[in-house]
């Protein structure tokens, strides 16, 4: 097994004892319930791993990194939980399982999607992250990145193309994503250099082309991905006549474009030598998954 | 005027100038005019009058105190925007205006409601709130204030209420409004504190006793008050069937009850001498008020 793949696998079981732990804590009412079925619901925990990975290369106390990659992970959650509304996406499956609104009711969705984000929040303030510096500026970065001008902004943009004369441009389509997904990603590459109060520029060079990439590969599977192995509805942008990656670059030039944004993220971490493998392998990883 | 009615006035111009502030950089895609509607709406500013109260008796400067005096009405006005939802009280109207999901649609209000909690911990952790130890602490109290343990699960102990076989005891309806309303009115009253780095403890009695006569005046409001005053619905409770103090009290009873309330608020802020008087009547406001 790859490092990366071996270093993806303990990031998921670290992050999942540790929703296990909060979860327990909570309560079980059906919104603490939902809660929980959304975080653990089988993702692959790419987030959570940037945070635990990039604290490692700045030699981090995994212990402090935990909060930030769980924090990572509900907001991305939440995110989910408010995207498959019927409002919003109208989606019944999410990895192959009932959505929220689906096994519950939308009340307990767009709940449990509110207390998820507000947990992020709580799980990057806490003391065991770290100095007070670190929990604020992981705070104040996580909230730009998630806001109306970071993540819900993309998702405000997405919805607003939907409805729009003509499909976007390439320009606008990156900037939707920029937002929309990237910059999830980049708060999460970057977090490791912020809890050790380091320099955040490599890793979020790197972070930037990979959450292209990443869009960009999620544009491929849409065109040439398995169903059952995607384990959502696919076909959705082109069915809904929206432009992607693929329709503005065709399929040749996608693959082509996502393979130079992983090598420019490769390089961005040459400063950390052979420690960053995990990483390089994480951002090709991007580009080859099935789902 | 009363003192507090001049500072609750100075506390809603301070309020209301910052957000303008903050919503002309946000941008003017539909999400963002629909944040500043929801915020801009003609509230009391109850929330934010006592954060800037609070920090006023600990001699906090108010340029540190607005941050989180916004945030707080940010948090409140989120929560409304989604309690409006079709799927929560479907209400149309909010202080005679229509509400997010009626003025734009229900996706809109989704996200103006998740981008603005989302605004509120950015407002907590801004550098101008203070020491990083101030906002560390600002940011973790709001998100357990707000969170699946606090207001969010008050909102889903409602919602399960309406449901359940029996109506609620008056034990649980007070749990019940501890976590709908009572955890931010608390969390407002002892941000000030919180920004001076001093004890919490007699902001934290004032405000449990405060909260809790505000909901029981809600509930007298919703039965004796006026709809064009109160500039939404009225009698919903009742004709819902659903436990309120006034069903479980009657109506002297629950008369009784909140006054008794205020007076041990008011006592809480004996230690503070003159200089909580302004809190003082804030308190027996909260039950004279017609909307």
Not at 105 to 133: H, M, S, W
Not at 214 to 228: K, M, N, P, R, S
Not at 235 to 254: I, N, R
């Amino acid at each position: 097994m790859s490092v990366f793949m071996q270093d993806l696998s303990q990031a998921r079981s670290a992050i999942e004892g540790e929703f296990d732990r909060i979860f327990a804590q909570l309560g079980q009412e059906p919104v603490h319930q939902a809660m929980s079925y959304a975080c653990l619901n089988g993702g692959k925990r790419l987030r959570g791993f940037y945070v635990l990975a990039g604290a490692a290369l700045h030699d981090v106390d995994p212990a402090r990194a935990i909060g930030p990659a769980c924090a990572i992970e509900a907001l991305h959650a939440y995110s989910l939980v408010h995207d498959d509304l019927p409002c919003m996406d109208d989606d019944d499956l999410r990895r192959g399982q009932p959505t929220v609104h689906i096994k519950w009711d939308e009340a307990t969705a767009v709940l449990a999607g509110d207390a998820l984000q507000t947990l992020a929040f709580e799980l990057c303030a806490l003391p065991a992250v770290g100095a007070a510096e670190v929990r604020a500026d992981l705070t104040l970065s996580l909230a730009r990145a998630a806001g109306a001008q970071g993540m819900v902004l993309g998702q405000a943009l997405d919805i607003a193309a939907e409805s729009a004369d003509a499909p976007l441009t390439l320009e606008q389509i990156t900037a939707l994503q920029a937002g929309k997904t990237g910059a999830l990603i980049q708060w999460s590459a970057e977090a490791g250099a912020r809890l050790a109060q380091a320099d955040t520029t490599a890793l979020g060079t790197y972070a930037q082309a990979v959450g292209l990439a990443f869009q960009i590969a999620d544009d491929i599977l849409d065109v040439t991905g398995d169903e059952a192995k995607a384990g959502k509805r696919l076909q959705k942008d082109a069915d809904a006549g929206k432009a992607t990656f693929v329709s503005l670059l065709g399929l040749d030039g996608a693959r082509r474009r996502a393979t130079s944004l992983v090598e420019t993220a490769c390089d961005a971490l040459s400063g950390y030598g052979d420690r960053a493998e995990s990483l390089r392998e994480a951002a090709r990883f991007v580009i080859s998954r099935e789902s």
